[in-house]
């Protein structure tokens, strides 16, 4: 009868033990699937898709704001505009001219519209006269009246059997300023959206480009959206006018497929903006099958697998995140992290605007170190000289390696006639300090120039006008501090 009873008295407590791992198991299981499946959200839209953009803008800088360079360089090319200036005499001269910039760059097609004989030149002769009265000719007069320099637009070209095309229109101009009329080239669509559906099936991702009224201009041939304005799609709708006002950043929006994660780049070449997209139910495939897997094993194998996947993920991923922020040379931040802090810095300005200074911090005569020690000395010295830059600041301030031998600090809370004290202290400890190449003890100076964040300008305008007042730092002697006007 003990015997029994204590069997049975077992068997409860194992049955009871058992239920209880198996509540803790299912319940941490789960935990961990959601806290896994927050985290993977977050790094999807904190990196993942910032950095897919980024690859996509670089691309686009070759295949689509190409047009607009080859655009510029017509507009401002001396031939078109003696030319014109010379009465237009020799059409097949221009014909010639029009013909080598699309064979040459590859263009679907290149003109040119004479405000004096109000001539259509194309690569193929005089294509037409434009008129005011011409509902086709709309375009030409839009843009004679408009102030940008250019604009990017879709129309049908009616050189090419009114093949859809995206045209960078550019104003040309005399010597005196006078205004001569327009030209530009082509890219049909068709082909742009070839190009944005190799950029889908290389960064799988959904792409898409929006013009400043919210309309979806251009998309590749996969993408499932069509031309339509944001505001109408379910889930967009409701953050459109938010997207169109802030230009960039991360978002969410689910609709009737789930859940979608957004960025958005504005690309001021194309007046357009950039959208790149990724459906969370495809990035947390994975991580749900994965919770399945963990509810079939063992409560040990599985917390220990868990376990060592979190600390290598936890690891890596700090290690990419200070390779991705910080120089690997002199250890200071570098002007990815800067683009980021600087956005924090200016918001904490809106909320509480406390005086913001910036100082531009060149190396005298770096060149001639280099030449004197070598590239691998110059690195020692120049590390040396940002370590001593770093200690003279205070826990507040921000050093960013800005390229080369330039180093860009951020003052929070100081006012320029401080910042300016500071910048001299800086300028001062360097000149006193004693730095070494190898065995060799070696003497540097800097040039320094300060400006004060206004709250109006952007962060590239007060960067600018501290960059005015390096300049004027050097060419007034060097080793000194000016202060922007």
């Known amino acids: 009868m003990y015997s029994t009873h204590r069997i049975f008295k077992r068997q409860r407590l194992l049955l009871w033990l058992s239920i209880l791992l198996a509540m803790g198991f299912f319940a941490t299981t789960l935990s961990s699937y959601y806290v896994s499946k927050q985290a993977i959200l977050n790094a999807i839209v904190a990196q993942e898709?910032?950095?897919?953009?980024?690859?996509v803008y670089s691309e686009i800088q070759k295949d689509l704001v190409r047009p607009v360079l080859i655009s510029s360089t017509m507009a401002h090319d001396t031939f078109l505009r003696d030319w014109v200036l010379g009465g237009e005499q020799d059409v097949d001269a221009m014909t010639r001219y029009l013909r080598e910039i699309k064979v040459r760059y590859g263009a679907f097609s290149s003109f040119f519209v004479s405000e004096r004989?109000?001539?259509y030149y194309t690569g193929e002769g005089i294509l037409k006269q434009v008129s005011p009265q011409a509902p086709r000719d709309a375009w030409y007069y839009r843009v004679r009246a408009m102030p940008e320099p250019y604009e990017?637009?879709?129309?049908?070209?009616?050189?090419?059997?009114?093949a859809l095309t995206i045209f960078v229109n550019y104003r040309v101009f005399d010597f005196d300023g006078r205004f001569l009329g327009a030209t530009g080239v082509g890219l049909t669509v068709d082909a742009v959206r070839r190009l944005i559906s190799s950029y889908q099936q290389r960064f799988q991702r959904?792409?898409?480009?929006?013009?400043?009224?919210?309309k979806t201009v251009l998309f590749g041939n996969q993408s499932g959206r069509r031309e339509t304005d944001l505001r109408a799609i379910p889930g967009l709708r409701d953050i459109a006018d938010r997207i169109l006002r802030e230009k960039s950043g991360t978002y969410r929006f689910s609709d009737g497929s789930g859940l979608h994660l957004l960025n958005v780049n504005y690309v001021p070449e194309l007046k357009w903006y950039l959208f790149v997209e990724k459906r969370a139910d495809t990035a947390l495939a994975d991580i749900r099958q994965t919770l399945y897997v963990n509810l079939a094993v063992c409560l040990?194998?599985?917390?220990?697998?868990?376990?060592?996947?979190?600390?290598?993920?936890?690891?890596?991923?700090?290690?990419?995140?200070?390779?991705?922020?910080?120089?690997k040379l002199t250890g200071l931040l570098n002007r990815?992290?800067?683009?980021?802090?600087?956005?924090?810095?200016?918001?904490?300005?809106?909320?509480?605007?406390?005086?913001?200074?910036?100082?531009?911090?060149?190396v005298d005569h770096f060149k001639s170190i280099n030449d004197r020690f070598?590239?691998?000395g110059g690195d020692r010295i120049l590390s040396q000289i940002a370590a001593s830059l770093q200690e003279g600041l205070r826990a507040s301030d921000i050093a960013i390696r800005w390229g080369g031998e330039e180093f860009l600090v951020v003052?929070?809370?100081?006012?320029?006639?401080?910042?300016?004290?500071?910048?001299?202290?800086?300028?001062?400890?360097?000149?006193?300090?004693?730095?070494?190449?190898?065995?060799?003890?070696?003497?540097?100076?800097?040039?320094?120039g300060v400006s004060q964040y206004d709250g109006i300008e952007s962060c590239e305008e007060a960067i600018g006008r501290a960059d005015a007042a390096l300049y004027a730092a050097k060419n007034g002697g060097r080793n000194r501090v000016c202060v922007a006007s």
Do not use: W
């Open 411 to 448: 003052l929070k809370g100081s006012a320029l006639e401080q910042a300016q004290r500071v910048a001299e202290q800086l300028r001062l400890k360097i000149e006193q300090a004693q730095f070494s190449a190898a065995t060799q003890p070696v003497s540097a100076t800097v040039s320094i």
């Open 336 to 362: 990815q992290a800067f683009s980021i802090l600087i956005d924090k810095v200016c918001a904490e300005y809106r909320r509480d605007p406390q005086p913001i200074c910036l100082l531009l911090v060149d």
């Open 300 to 327: 040990g194998i599985t917390l220990l697998v868990l376990f060592l996947t979190h600390v290598a993920l936890a690891r890596y991923q700090q290690r990419i995140e200070d390779m991705a922020a910080t120089d």
């Open 206 to 214: 959904t792409i898409y480009f929006v013009d400043a009224d919210g």
């Open 374 to 376: 070598g590239h691998a």
């Open 117 to 119: 004989s109000t001539r």
């Open 152 to 162: 990017v637009n879709v129309d049908p070209d009616l050189a090419n059997r009114d």
């Open 49 to 55: 898709l910032p950095l897919t953009s980024s690859n």
